[in-house]
């Protein structure tokens, strides 16, 4: 069989975790009858969206993400339109999508569930004119990763400490969400549009959702007072979201969200800015990615 030509695109800065070292463990553990290893490392925001792009006019089959959720949103983005294959080794601070698809969090257990190439179709979703693979949405967290990506402040401690400030005065808005016909209104501390059941780090807004269903969770977090906020912690890290009433999962393929301004969203956990009407829908069973077997 002729070998597969694949490109592993590194971010050097996702998850905070140095990865001079992953092309010299790339290459002892991948199975080298079946791969011709290539690299590249991104350079700046953008730049693995640019260098997937460029593969396409090359002659890769497999094109990894060596990152977490928004380098695979800017890899997969390409990977769809030229109908080839992605590949994940987890290297984020969350990997939401990773996680959900049991996609280990050890590299060199990762480079093995590469070497199996067990490849599966998943859905993939659009959000106004951009694609999205895990999770988007708005509301207070798109706030916080607005605010905090031009914020001097770094690392987790840093987050949660804003977090909570700003958690005092921020005032939840009142959105009209319409799924497949059916008009909601809700005020909403937080509206987030599922693929995958998780942000990242195990945190579940949305338990039960399936990457191949052809359905996205419309997940409505109501508004509540600060000290439920562990509650609330503790129902996403137990999976139990949608037993209780602090969040409304609604399920739908095509989505369309009104709002009262202009705001801040997020796409796979990077911050953007878009109008007051949002049109989201589901793309079933659009990308190839590889995954663990019994995936
Ligand atoms: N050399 C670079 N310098 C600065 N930013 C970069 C560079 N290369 C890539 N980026 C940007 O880094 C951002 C964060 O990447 P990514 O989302 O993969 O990591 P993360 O935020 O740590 O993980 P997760 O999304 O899983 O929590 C992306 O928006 C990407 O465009």
Known sequence: MAKSNILFIINPISGGKDKLKIPALIDANL???????????????GHAAEIAE?????????????????????????VILQNKVLGIIPFGSGNGLARFLKIPMSPVKAIKVINELNIKQIDTATFNDKVYFNMAGMGFDAHISSIFAGHK???????????LQE???????????????????RTAFVVSIANSSQYGNNAHISPLASVSDGL??????????????????YHMMTANTHRTDMVEI????????SRPKEDAIHIDGEP?????????SVKPLSLNIIVPAGI
């Open 272 to 280: 953007f800015f878009m109008g007051k009407d949002i049109d989201i």
């Open 153 to 163: 402040t770094r690392g987790l401690s840093g987050y949660v400490k804003l977090g």
């Open 250 to 257: 609604i399920q739908g393929k095509q989505i369309h969200i």
């Open 167 to 185: 958690m005092l005065s921020y005032k939840p808005a009142t959105y009209t969400i319409t799924v497949d016909g059916k008009v909601f209104t």
């Open 54 to 78: 460029e593969a396409a006019n090359k002659n890769f089959d497999i094109i990894v993400a060596v990152g977490g959720d928004g380098t695979i949103n800017e890899i997969g983005s390409k």
């Open 31 to 45: 199975d080298r009858s079946k791969f011709n290893p290539n690299y590249s490392v991104t350079e700046y925001v």
């Open 216 to 233: 996205l969770d419309v997940c409505v977090v109501r508004n509540f007072p600060l000290y439920k906020l562990p509650l609330l912690a």
